[in-house]
């Protein structure tokens, strides 16, 4: 076996880190640790929602809607992800939010991968957003 290669299921792995499935969050002998690239694997039951605005991104993102309805809050505009293939690119500086129009699923790939960004657990335990999609809120000190 080469501890260079992983072989895995994009959704059964993502159920273990909030969606998560590459980034600097793995541990650095794993080969899907990166601290250029985050990607996420994120399945949201219809209404689920970001728990608050990310503000202050330091990250460039991508989002492609995989199945569902799927809407990006952007300050000024709201972009709604309807067919398959469907995506988003926002640069650092934008604020963003989201909402899940229908059940969907959606692969975000962020870069790069900074340290910090987390929805406080508290933050959430009254909202339907566990699984922080894009852009985890950068916590504030």
Not at 53 to 67: D, F, N, P, Q, Y
Not at 76 to 95: C, F, H, T
Request: proline fraction near 4%.
């Amino acid at each position: 076996m080469n501890d260079s290669v992983y072989v895995g299921n994009a959704g059964k792995d993502a159920a273990l880190d909030r969606g998560w499935i590459l980034g600097h969050f793995k541990d650095a002998s794993d080969p899907r640790h990166s601290e250029d690239v985050e990607i996420k694997w994120g399945v949201h039951p219809q209404g689920d929602e970001r728990a608050q605005w990310v503000t202050g991104e330091e990250r460039t993102a991508l989002l492609v809607l995989i199945s569902g309805r799927f809407r990006v809050e952007l300050p000024g505009r709201d972009v709604v992800l309807s067919e398959q293939g469907d995506y988003v690119v926002w640069g650092r500086g934008v604020d963003h939010s989201w909402f899940a129009e229908e059940e969907s699923v959606v692969l975000t790939v962020r870069w790069p991968s900074v340290p910090g960004y987390k929805v406080d657990e508290a933050d959430t335990a009254n909202t339907a957003d566990t699984a922080d999609e894009f852009g985890m809120t950068r916590m504030c000190t």
